[in-house]
């Protein structure tokens, strides 16, 4: 029933000649995506085990890379797919016998017209809602097993630092075997402390097993052996909680779960990353951080408008209630202030520019796909080839050379606030369309 109703449907738009164009164009498609999508999800599973991923969780990781990948191939597949199709009627003189039979060359172009068409609404689709989806899913696997994870990065780095409450806590292994650490050296320090020379505990033990409570967001080193902690003179509060001196067996070492491997904390920092949203959700966080950007510059402003004289219980008050925020009485401490708003302005300001950049980028990598599968066209009749080499190095130099470095070195720019947004992002693809029509113009021309 489908294949009559798309025979129906083709039938209506073009005539057999241009069918038989578009299903030669498709199969070339597909075959070159599934090529570079299998190529580019193989390097990604690799990226991801040289980060400390498991073999286990990259496999999981694997379904959820592909849609990541994808969009990125698909405009150079297309122009792989059009080079290809065209050079070989070029080359085996089709297209000279078309033009003795009075047939418009723009008629043939217009199933490449419909595959790019097909291509860019596939390619909108991923990027808009399955890709942000994926990627999100892929951190999150790593997150499933927190102890596999965490015994992967120690087995790897043999040292880990990260926030504890109020302290900074290090901790280093000699080796991990399986989830048991071996060699353990915990030491704790103020956060404001800047070097572990003068820690204020240590912490040693010979081996340990590694669990998570990922309910109560803690680490513990259970079924501990020869364990004995040294913590500085007369501040026994230090020491982490169930360490004693020379034990042998007890409760389990414990402190809190480092955020970098807490699922709530990863999707707190997903809510505010740019390539983990939803296309639709962009304006919405563009505005929110502008908005935040726009009052702290206000507070800044105000803060640096007040006299350089200690302030008044009445003046904060006042201050307080006209624009929002109490300001230090001392002159000193109310610059310092200020600096801290300007700072806050400028990392949401950035914010605000990196979403908005997102949200432009997504459909003019998409548009790529039309703009590409078209100007492919002229570039396969002018090369006048059959092979799959030549082809390639004639279609793939340029997009590598030409429109990916304009993509991102003009849109980083734009994404820098030195550029307007749409200007940055889209002059890549302004480019090749111009290039597109210069050559499909010659080429109807001869």
């Known amino acids: 029933m489908l294949s009559r109703l798309s025979d129906y449907l083709f039938a209506a738009l073009f005539g057999t000649f241009q069918r038989m164009i578009f299903w030669e164009l498709a199969r070339v498609f597909l075959l070159c995506l599934c090529a570079l999508a299998g190529i580019f999800t193989l390097l990604a599973v690799l990226q991801q085990l ?14 959820l890379l592909v849609p990541t990948s994808v969009p990125w191939i698909t405009p150079p597949a297309c122009l792989f797919a059009s080079c290809v199709v065209y050079g070989r009627m070029s080359h085996d003189n089709e297209a000279v016998a078309l033009k003795a039979a009075g047939v418009d060359l723009l008629s043939v172009i217009r199933p490449a017209m419909l595959l790019g068409a097909f291509a860019a609404a596939f390619t909108a689709y991923l990027q808009f809602d399955v890709t942000p989806q994926a990627l999100r899913g892929s951190r999150e696997v790593l997150l499933e097993e927190p102890e596999e994870t965490i015994a992967l990065v120690l087995k790897r780095k043999q040292t880990l630092e990260f926030l504890s409450g109020e302290n900074l806590l290090k901790l280093s292994v000699r080796d991990v075997q399986d989830q048991r650490l071996l060699g353990v050296v915990v030491k704790q320090r103020k956060a404001t402390a800047k070097t572990w020379e003068d820690p204020d505990s240590v912490t040693r033990i010979h081996s340990a097993v590694l669990r998570v409570d990922q309910a109560a967001r803690k680490v513990q080193l259970a079924d501990h052996q020869q364990m004995e902690t040294w913590v500085r003179p007369g501040d026994q509060s230090k020491a982490p909680q169930g360490s004693g001196s020379h034990s042998l067996e007890g409760k389990a070492l414990e402190f809190d779960l480092p955020p970098q491997f807490s699922l709530e904390s990863l999707r707190v920092e997903n809510a505010s990353n740019p390539g983990m949203l939803e296309w639709a959700k962009l304006p919405t966080a563009a505005a929110e951080a ?24 009445a003046q904060v008050k006042a201050f307080h209630d006209e624009v929002g925020i109490h300001p230090a009485a001392d002159p000193a401490v109310r610059l310092k202030q200020a600096d801290d708003n300007r700072n ?8 605000d520019r990196i979403m908005r950049y997102e949200y432009h980028l997504r459909p003019a990598i998409a548009g790529g796909c039309l703009l ?13 080839r059959a092979d799959y080499l030549s082809i390639f190095v004639i279609c793939f130099l340029p997009a590598l050379l030409v429109y990916y470095p304009i993509l991102f070195m003009v849109g980083g720019y ?26 499909a113009w010659r080429l109807i021309r001869r």
């Open 414 to 439: 734009a994404r820098d606030g030195r550029l307007p947004m749409a200007l940055g992002v889209w002059t890549a693809n302004a480019a090749l369309a111009v290039g597109t029509v210069v050559l």
């Open 50 to 63: 040289q980060f400390g991923a498991s073999l286990a969780q990259a496999l999981r990781m694997l379904p």
């Open 290 to 313: 502008a908005a935040l950007a726009a009052r702290h510059d206000l507070y800044a402003t105000r803060l640096a408008k007040l006299p350089a004289e200690p302030l008044t219980d």
């Open 344 to 351: 806050h302005r400028d990392a949401f300001a950035r914010r």
């Open 372 to 384: 590409f599968v078209v100007l492919g066209c002229p570039v396969g009749l002018w090369a006048n």
